[in-house]
């Protein structure tokens, strides 16, 4: 049985609407005969953001293991008590430092910091029960460079459901910033990333003809539209999977 690490930050309980899609991913593949773990994180850390909804759980196969991160945003924390003498006097600035903090790990504002604990927490599962493959369900970014440093030091297989878009602009098609400058640097890596999956999907049609369109060789396997027809790339052929 094939074990599929599945990072998927928004699993369930989370009260987000993408907890459904990843439900429904990780039942999917439970259904398809493979051993399935789950890397979010800890409930309490939806608490401060979006909420739990412990009902979305009951339509959770049993068979999947759920691995929950001890990751939070300590920017959303209400609990002023907590609050160090900058923050609580110049909360303006002390959100800018932790903007650029956050940044030196990966370019993702908010979640860069969390590239070391996930490439530690995919590393340590996978050496406790080998994965067969990996799939990564973007937002976070971040959670990239968990699967790519498992291709590169363990060359597990990977895969990404890019759900959505950061370097495109959804509404109006096309970029949503260029690829030279500071915000480029995390598109450079996410298109390097992508060259090395198996597999791309995305919910909306629009974001992945432009996605092909400007970087045309991120894209192996691709899922567009309400049917999520896959598309297979191999040797310059194009099957169509329904």
């Given amino acids: 049985m094939p074990h599929v690490i599945y ?11 993408s907890a459904h899609r990843m439900k429904a991913t990780a ?32 339509d959770v196969d049993p068979r999947i293991r759920i691995v929950e991160l001890d990751l939070s945003r300590d920017d959303v924390d209400p609990d002023i008590r907590t609050y ?6 110049h909360p303006k600035r ?8 956050e940044q030196r790990p ?4 908010v979640f860069g910091a969390w ?4 490439e530690r927490a995919m590393l340590h599962i996978h050496d406790a029960k ?9 937002v976070p970014y971040t959670g990239l460079t968990a699967a790519w440093k498992l291709w590169k030091v363990r060359r597990v297989p990977y895969a990404v459901d890019f759900r959505d878009a950061w370097s495109l602009d959804v509404i109006g098609g096309g970029e949503a910033f260029p690829v030279s400058g500071r915000r480029g640097v995390g598109r450079r890596r996410s298109s390097r990333t992508l060259r090395g999956s198996g597999v791309s999907t995305n919910r909306f049609e629009i974001t992945m003809r432009d996605a092909i369109q400007l970087s045309p060789s991120a894209c192996g396997l691709c899922a567009t539209g309400p049917t999520c027809r896959l598309q297979h790339r191999a040797g ?6 329904g």
Avoid at 7 to 17: H, T, Y
Wanted: glycine residues 6%; hydrophobic residues 40%; positive net charge.
């Fill in 130 to 138: 080998p994965a067969s493959f990996v799939l990564v369900s973007t």
């Fill in 115 to 118: 590239r070391r604990p996930l």
């Fill in 27 to 58: 039942n999917l593949l439970c259904e398809q005969g493979c051993d399935v773990t789950v890397i979010t994180i800890a409930r309490e850390s939806w608490m401060r953001e979006y909420g739990v909804d412990a009902t979305l759980l009951n």
């Fill in 84 to 89: 160090g003498w900058f923050r609580a006097r």
């Fill in 7 to 17: 990072l998927a930050i928004g699993f369930p309980p989370a009260e987000k609407s």
């Fill in 236 to 241: 310059g052929q194009t099957r169509r999977r």
């Fill in 106 to 109: 990966f370019p993702e504002p």
């Fill in 94 to 101: 002390w959100v800018k430092h932790r903007r650029r903090r």
